[in-house]
């Protein structure tokens, strides 16, 4: 199974800046998916991110929001840009497995508090 | 995406076998039944699929009757370790690899 890592890991933010979540895996995969789960809650998809092409967002998710990047098929960004602290969530970052079915494997997720 | 509806919640204690049940009454001919684990701080962990009857791994088992209508989670002699919430998903690939997440199951067990 593929391993990812996110960077930063948590981050405590003014309201008004911009993060920049990364997120590393060590295999080449063509999805990856970023998620918010903000507190006691589940997750929601916010976009899927191929590489080559423009991130597809969901309902209620805007790209001048969550602007993200797909250089190449190991990494991604998720900026989470012009914070409030209605955007304190946990971020995380998944990738599908190669030929396979529905199954997805997920980075440890990035804490965020905006203040 | 096929909807689901699991329990909120459910207490166990160790050593005991805990049974989730999930129902998605609308699940598709091509929609797989995948469970998820995940502990607090900790991103999701992909447990165990099945599209019909019986599956087994290591961790679990999963029961799917015959009309699909619903699925069992099955964690055999539970730990402190297995409290976390606990996740079923259905779908397929070919509505576009998105995950939907319900509510989830919150497990807690108790020594």
């Known amino acids: 199974s593929a391993v990812i890592s996110q960077k930063p890991s948590r981050d405590i933010c003014q309201r008004g800046t911009s993060l920049t979540i990364q997120c590393q895996v060590d295999s080449q995969v063509t999805m990856m998916f970023w998620y918010r789960q903000q507190p006691g809650q589940s997750l929601t998809l916010i976009a899927t991110?191929?590489?080559?092409?423009?991130?597809?967002?969901e309902s209620g998710f805007v790209i001048d929001k969550f602007p993200i990047s797909r250089p190449n098929l190991t990494f991604s960004t998720l900026t989470v840009s012009n914070m409030s602290p209605e955007d304190s969530s946990i971020y995380l970052c998944?990738?599908?497995?190669?030929?396979?079915?529905?199954?997805?494997?997920f980075g440890p997720g990035t804490r965020l508090l905006v203040l | 995406l096929a909807k689901t509806t699991q329990p909120i919640s459910m207490d166990s204690y160790e050593g005991q076998e805990v049974n989730i049940t999930c129902s998605h009454n609308?699940?598709?001919?091509?929609?797989?039944i995948t469970w998820y684990q995940q502990f607090p701080s900790q991103g999701p962990r992909f447990i165990i699929q099945?599209?019909?009857t019986k599956v087994t791994n290591e961790v679990a088992s999963l029961f799917i009757p015959a009309d699909r209508k619903s699925s069992t989670l099955s964690l055999p002699r539970v730990s402190l370790s297995d409290t976390a919430v606990y996740y079923c998903?259905?779908?397929?690939?070919?509505?576009?690899?998105?995950?939907?997440f319900g509510g989830g199951t919150r497990v807690l067990v108790k020594p």
């Open positions: 609308n699940i598709a001919t091509n929609d797989y």
């Open positions: 998903l259905v779908g397929a690939k070919a509505a576009g690899n998105k995950l939907t």
């Open positions: 099945g599209y019909k």
């Open positions: 998944s990738v599908e497995e190669a030929g396979g079915r529905e199954t997805q494997y």
């Open positions: 991110a191929n590489q080559g092409s423009e991130a597809t967002y």
